[in-house]
C-alpha cells in the first residue's frame, strides 16, 4: 500500500476519540464482570447473608480486599497498555496487597492455632473454588486480550502479568459471591494460590496473542 493510499483510508475512516475508546473498553469490562456474576448466580447461587456483610468483619473484609485487588489490577491493566503512562505504583500495590494477606493469614494462624484454622481451610469446597476462579479466569483473559487489540503496551510481559492479575481478580470476586468462607488463610491459600498459578501460567500464553 502506498502512502497516498493509506493517508486517504484514514481520513475515510478516522480513528475513534480516546474517551469513546475508553468506554466502549470498560463498557466491555463491565459487561464480561456482569456476565460472570450471572453465572455464578444461575449456575451455583449467590451465598446466604451477604446481605448482612457490614455486620461481618471477616466477610467485609474478604470483600474489601476481592474489591480492592479488582481495582488495583484494573487500573494497572489499563496503564500498562498505553505508552507513557506508569504502572509500577499499580504492580507493586498488587504485590503488597498479596503481602499483606499472606501476613494476615499467619496472624489468623498463629492466634487461633493450627487446629482450629485448618478446619476452615481443608474442606470440601477447596477444589471448587481453585476450579471456579481458574475457568473463570481463562475466561476473563481469553476477553480482555481480545479487548487489548485496540491498546498500544510498551511492555508485553508486564501487560500480560496485569492482564492475568485483573483476569484473576475478576474471576475471584465473581465466585467469592458464593463462597462462604471468609477465613484469611483460606483467602490467602486458594483464592490466590490459584490467582498466582493462573498468572504463572497464562503470562506466555497472553504476551504470545498480544497485538503488539
Known amino acids: 500500500m502506498r502512502t497516498d493510499d493509506l493517508i486517504c483510508m484514514m481520513a475515510k475512516n478516522p480513528p475513534c476519540s480516546c474517551a469513546k475508546r475508553a468506554a466502549i473498553i470498560w463498557g466491555s ?5 456482569a456476565l460472570l456474576v450471572a453465572a455464578v448466580f444461575f449456575t451455583l447461587g449467590v451465598r446466604t447473608g451477604i446481605q448482612n456483610v457490614f455486620d461481618d468483619p471477616a466477610m467485609l473484609f474478604k470483600y474489601s480486599f476481592l474489591a480492592a485487588a479488582l481495582v488495583g489490577s484494573g487500573i494497572g491493566w489499563w496503564r500498562s497498555g498505553h505508552p507513557g503512562r506508569c504502572c509500577k505504583l499499580p504492580f507493586y500495590g498488587m504485590i503488597g496487597l498479596g503481602t499483606f494477606l499472606v501476613f494476615d493469614a499467619g496472624y489468623a494462624l498463629y492466634t487461633q492455632g493450627p487446629a482450629n484454622v485448618a478446619p476452615q481451610v481443608f474442606d470440601g469446597s477447596a477444589g471448587m473454588c481453585v476450579i471456579s476462579i481458574a475457568v473463570f479466569a481463562a475466561i ?3 476477553v480482555l486480550v481480545l479487548v487489548s487489540k485496540c491498546m498500544a503496551p510498551v511492555n508485553a510481559c508486564l501487560h500480560a502479568c496485569m492482564t492475568a492479575i485483573f483476569a484473576s481478580s475478576l474471576g475471584a470476586l465473581a465466585y467469592g459471591l458464593h463462597c462462604s468462607h471468609d477465613h484469611p488463610a483460606y483467602l490467602a491459600l ?3 494460590g490459584t490467582a498466582l498459578a493462573f498468572t504463572l501460567i497464562a503470562l506466555p500464553i497472553i504476551r504470545k496473542r498480544q497485538s503488539w
Open 190 to 192: 486458594w483464592y490466590g
Open 140 to 142: 476473563a483473559a481469553a
Open 29 to 33: 469490562v463491565a459487561v464480561l464482570f
